[in-house]
């Protein structure tokens, strides 16, 4: 039960960042979100928001995880959409209100503690992207760059689609990636 309730609060967390940023993600609101007693803020994260936010950075990057590590044996280009689909199915379900709650602790932490954790999980992220990619056939001197590229692109795309509120800026750069990629397998 008590883990339950965390867990709802890391999720929750995980889910304001995404929306509203580190500035804009309280335990007021988390509480308010997932309905947990106020107790359970002290009781779950006595070292404060930072560890909350830890940890809603450690879900979010997860389950990105789980996600790259179910495309095993997909070809580059196939990984490349995967990848891609992921953060254009955010921007729609959404409505263009949410992103990546990686990005947005990166961006507005003053925290070197939670820095290195955001810094963390995206390595995670392009080791296992990079290993993917080679896998499927794609070169190792490529692998690794396309891999941070295809994070830092996708990451800007979302950005500025959330700007201007449509999808045709993520659709750009989708479209140059996926060329990018293919041209590096052939």
């Not at 790259?68 to 196939?78: I, N, Q």
């Not at 994070?151 to 950005?159: D, L, P």
């Amino acid at each position: 039960m008590a883990s339950d309730v965390k867990a709802r609060m890391v999720a929750g967390a995980a889910r304001l960042l995404a929306q509203q940023g580190l500035q804009g993600t309280s335990f007021s609101e988390v509480l308010e979100l997932t309905g947990a007693p106020r107790g359970s803020v002290y009781h779950h994260f006595p070292d404060g928001k930072d560890q909350l936010v830890a940890a809603a950075v450690d879900l979010a990057g997860g389950r990105a995880l789980d996600l790259v590590d179910s495309w095993a044996g997909k070809s580059p280009a196939e990984v490349t959409a995967s990848f891609l689909a992921i953060w254009r199915t955010v921007l729609e379900r959404s409505h263009f209100q949410a992103g990546c709650a990686v990005l947005a602790v990166t961006v507005a932490t003053e925290s070197p503690a939670l820095l290195e954790h955001s810094a963390t999980v995206f390595r995670q992220w392009r080791t296992r992207l990079a290993a993917l990619l080679e896998a499927g056939g794609l070169p190792q001197r490529h692998a690794a760059a396309f891999a941070a590229t295809l994070v830092a692109a996708s990451e800007g795309a979302v950005v500025l689609s959330r700007a201007e509120q449509q999808l045709e800026p993520f659709d750009l750069v989708a479209e140059q990636l996926l060329d990018q990629v293919r041209r590096l397998a052939a």
